[in-house]
């Protein structure tokens, strides 16, 4: 058999494919296209609106996103005005057949937000683009410090129905020494104000891979999790990335230990009544019937099919051809200095795509192979080529190198990853980048 490391020459742990192309990849766009032109041919019955506030209580130590901590306190409320004009603009632009079939909120922090702020976000999907929470599938992001009542109120009275929330680890010695204030008091009052809320879905996202950690203490996390039955749960594996705090200490993660946790975890999820959806993404499966019915509401959203708009700095934008957002950085800095010029803009600013990745065809059939393959029902090749008038097989002949190597099964009807393949996902993801994107990401000046 064919290891992965024979056809990628590397790490099962490259990187999460869960965007492609990656934002490294963007670049300024000359000229800046009109979003009426952009959109303007684009199927809209059924868009992500997807709201980016880029704020947090504390930046942790293995944390890459668009984030910066504790702002200046005028800086939130310039942020949720400014969100107001983008949405306007942007709504505009769209036109009137614009549905939105499902929407998240998500950071940095959303609930770092005051109440009365995070009211007025969630009153800009309510007023601009129709989002009524009884029928359109909402999720918002949280943490342990800023699950507050008022807030969580909030959430419930504008029909969200899906909070998430970053616990990473329940044991306090990993959490500190992963750069992140925590304590495990914050972690259970969090959990028992969320669920006395009554959301349908609770999600809990847990990192392996901490420094310190061991499969036991990792297990032991797991089971502290189950205490509290979510109906989902996201389990990532650890990365370093540069820039962040684990990076400048030197800690890097074993590839040993993140695979033997992930198998760890996997088995007792399995065995706890949990199906698994990708590499990271668990659902209760007594909850899955419940969870489908309401995301079928309507016309269902298909990441590989439809749209996203994406408001707010730092959010990203997709349509067939075009990626968009504003500029990308990690460190403190950088970060600051796009804030500010994202609250500088003016209405003619909020109105254009400036920054971005162009997709063609083929790159296009490529992303729908990725974001496809890396979950568990695998690409169907019917509907790739009721897309695209071709065979996946034919177009991306490195799927044939996997079902070699048995990462992958292949059929008339699907290709799906075998259990090693699932579990090296983040290896098989990148290895299926083409050329140019690679050598754009390579070429990217983190800041």
């Known amino acids: 058999m064919i290891s992965l490391k024979q056809l990628t020459g590397g790490t099962p742990y490259a990187a999460y494919a869960y965007s492609y192309p990656h934002k490294t990849a963007y670049r300024p766009l000359a000229p800046p296209r009109p979003l009426r032109r952009v959109w303007a041919d684009e199927p809209k019955d059924a868009l992500y609106l997807y709201l980016h506030v880029p704020f947090c209580e504390m930046r942790c130590g293995f944390c890459n996103l668009f984030t910066t901590a504790n702002p200046r306190a005028d800086v939130a409320q310039r942020y949720v005005a400014a969100l107001w004009r983008q949405a306007r603009v942007v709504r505009d632009a769209l036109g009137p057949a614009a549905r939105i079939a499902r929407m998240a909120i998500g950071g940095g922090t959303p609930t770092y937000l005051a109440a009365a702020q995070l009211e007025q976000v969630l009153q800009i999907a309510r007023e601009l683009f129709g989002v009524n929470g009884a029928r359109v599938p909402t999720s918002v992001e949280t943490s342990p410090r800023t699950a507050d009542a008022d807030k969580l ?83 990532y594996p650890l990365y370093v990335r540069p820039l962040t705090g684990l990076e400048r200490w030197g800690r890097q993660p074993e590839d040993a230990l993140r695979l033997a946790c992930y198998r760890a975890g996997r088995d007792l999820l399995l065995a706890e009544g949990y199906e698994q959806v990708s590499m990271r993404m668990f659902r209760r499966a007594d909850a899955t019937a419940a969870t489908r019915a309401r995301s079928d509401v309507g016309t269902e959203y298909c990441c590989q099919v439809d749209g996203m708009v994406g408001l707010g700095c730092g959010a990203r934008s997709y349509t067939r051809a075009l990626h968009y957002s504003t500029d990308y950085a990690v460190g403190a800095a950088g970060v600051r200095a796009i804030i500010g010029d994202y609250l500088a803009k003016d209405d003619a600013a909020f109105a254009v795509a400036d920054y971005g990745c162009e997709l063609d065809e083929v790159e296009q059939r490529r992303r729908w192979a990725i974001k496809s393959l890396l979950r568990v029902e695998g690409l169907d090749r019917h509907a790739y080529r009721e897309r695209f008038g071709s065979d996946a097989m034919e177009d991306l002949p490195q799927l044939g190198a996997l079902a070699d190597a048995e990462l992958a099964d292949v059929s008339d009807g699907s290709v799906r990853l075998t259990c090693e393949g699932l579990e090296r996902s983040d290896g098989i993801g990148p290895w299926l980048y083409s050329n140019r994107v690679l050598e754009t990401m390579s070429s990217f000046e983190l800041r």
């Open 153 to 235: 109120a909030v959430l419930r009275d504008h029909g969200v129905d899906r909070v998430s929330i970053g616990v990473q680890s329940f044991v306090e010695a990993e959490v500190e020494a992963s750069g992140r204030a925590q304590k495990s008091a914050w972690v259970e009052a969090a959990l028992q104000r969320i669920r006395s809320f009554r959301f349908p879905t609770l999600n809990l996202d847990l990192i392996y891979g901490l420094p310190g950690q061991t499969v036991a203490s990792w297990l032991a996390s797991l089971r502290a999790a189950l205490r509290w039955r979510p109906e989902e749960l996201y389990l």
